[in-house]
């Protein structure tokens, strides 16, 4: 088997665990276990604080002292545990402890598969922007394939959903045992800032970097609104007596796979477009898409009309998502030396999936009960409210973001 199908098997697996719960849990929490929006923004709010810190932290330790393949493995190991063990929680606290465990082990191994995808394809001298974006799509199908299964199978409200998961985690762990070892860079003479592995943080020293990390974090809050309270929201529809049957409410999980689809399609666009137009423009065409996603999530329902609005948010979703998470993954990549490629890579999902999440998740959980009356919630204003955040992020990003390539470096 060559390396690049290995790598897609290794991220359809990765991906496969996420889509079988995080758009899901949301919904099963509110809808089966009774938990209010702040409770579910609380539990979501686990994935931000573990990315605060685990993904810098392993990204160390793969850097300077134990190969990311054991790394890799020894995190899956812990998150199937934890996975298991909340299929049987019914409690807002102890669900949020659990989750918060898992996300400590999961979290990591998002910049991990990037960091070993990374390794192998230079290793193999293949090029990382034509590659990658190619192997990478194998993990958005792994995701849609997840929600897919927990949709047909009439799961999305079920605990089960859980230990498919769970199974999932165990099965890669497995699989990544077969993976050829990496080795790790050896430095006979470092400075203490290198001992300590904080490398990557020089990154904040340059101007460009440090408002490109700040927006990928004002952005990792968006990216959390739209995973905790999509499915939800569909589901709301069924108290809507001329909906109650329709397409959305009976399974919403396979509509919002749609923008994982879309994904797939957007993420092979990738490298033309870095190339074309530059991580700047890559990065507006990002927050243009959320501001759409928000907005069409807005006027959207399941009647003929409403529903293409949904579908068209669910589009836009491949754009919003992939411009701006791969891209900026990518532009990481180019950017900083290779025996610091790990510790980067876990600073940037430190940055977009643990300070920006978390807030993304607190503020998000807040701003559903403010809106809602006696158990129903104003949609329409929860999710205007979140693209005008969009919008407006994206006109100061247009005036604050000046990068130019390194001379001979093509365009990013």
């Not at 465990?101 to 922007?129: C, E, G, H, R, W």
Request: with cysteine; net charge positive.
């Amino acid at each position: 088997m060559n390396i690049k199908l290995r790598l897609k098997t290794m991220l359809f697996l990765q991906y496969f665990i996420w889509g079988s719960w995080l758009v899901t849990l949301g919904a099963y929490m509110i809808k089966t276990l009774g938990f209010s929006g702040m409770d579910v923004g609380v539990v979501y709010s686990s994935k931000g604080l573990a990315a605060i810190l685990m993904p810098s932290l392993i990204g160390i330790i793969a850097d300077k002292f134990m190969s990311a393949k054991y790394l890799y493995m020894l995190c899956h190991t812990v998150g199937a545990v934890s996975l298991f063990y909340a299929a049987s929680v019914n409690d807002p606290t102890v669900m949020f402890w659990i989750m918060l465990i898992n996300m400590f082990a999961f979290m990591p191994t998002i910049s991990l598969s990037n960091s070993i995808s990374y390794y192998y394809l230079d290793k193999n001298k293949l090029d990382s922007v034509i590659n990658f974006p190619k192997i990478r799509v194998l993990g958005t199908a792994g995701f849609v394939v997840a929600m897919w299964t927990i949709s047909l199978l009439k799961y999305e409200l079920s605990h089960v959903q859980l230990y498919i998961a769970s199974g999932a985690s165990l099965l890669l762990v497995i699989y990544s045992a077969t993976l050829p070892y990496m080795t790790i860079v050896k430095k006979t003479s470092q400075t203490w800032v290198s001992r300590l592995g904080l490398d990557a943080f020089v990154l904040f020293k340059k101007p460009t970097m440090f408002v490109f990390f700040l927006f990928a974090m004002l952005l990792g809050a968006v990216l959390q609104i739209t995973n905790t309270f999509g499915s939800p929201f569909l589901h709301d529809f069924a108290k809507i007596p001329e909906f109650q049957n329709s397409l959305v409410v009976q399974f919403p999980a396979i509509l919002l796979s749609v923008s994982q689809i879309a994904e797939m399609g957007f993420i092979l666009t990738i490298p033309f477009f870095l190339k074309r137009f530059g991580i700047k423009q890559v990065m507006i065409m990002s927050m243009i898409a959320w501001t759409l996603r928000f907005g069409l999530f807005a006027f959207g329902d399941p009647s003929p009309i409403g529903f293409t609005l949904l579908l068209l948010s669910m589009i836009v979703y491949g754009c919003a998502f992939d411009f701006f998470n791969i891209s900026g993954s990518i532009f990481i990549e180019k950017e900083v030396d290779s025996n610091i490629r790990s510790s980067a890579q876990g600073l940037y999902m430190t940055v977009v999936n643990g300070f920006g999440a978390y807030v993304g998740a607190l503020v998000s959980g807040k701003i559903v009960d403010l809106y809602t009356v006696d158990g129903v919630k104003d949609w329409q204003s929860i999710w205007l409210i979140f693209a005008g955040y969009s919008l407006l992020l994206a006109i100061i990003f247009y005036f604050t973001f000046n990068y130019k390539p390194r001379q001979g470096q093509d365009k990013l």
